[in-house]
């Protein structure tokens, strides 16, 4: 087997793209896990309306940012492959 190594276990991506694409995922979700978690968590035991609003968008952001991460590796790593992949997910299938 080939690829990159899967969280802890000794389990491998048996195709190496696969596994570079999880490896980015990691990377992002690892460095943007405690700022995304601290701005919900603030917002929740605040008594300020305005806070709640603006870690909500700044999670709508982070999502939004993190589906534009995942296009553009998938695309990086798979080639024609993940445009396939984006129309369907998009509902553009049959076209």
Known sequence: MSGSHFARDEVYYQD???GEIAG???VWTEGMFVPIY???MKARTSDNPKL???SR???DRYRDATFALLVAVDHMSLGEA???V???YQGDSDR
Do not use: T
Request: net charge positive; proline share 0%; hydrophobic share 40%.
């Open 16 to 18: 190496r793209r696969i």
């Open 24 to 26: 980015w995922c990691r």
């Open 38 to 40: 601290k701005a919900r």
């Open 52 to 54: 709640d609003i603006l």
């Open 57 to 59: 968008r700044a999670c």
């Open 82 to 84: 993940a445009f396939n």
């Open 86 to 88: 984006r129309r369907h």
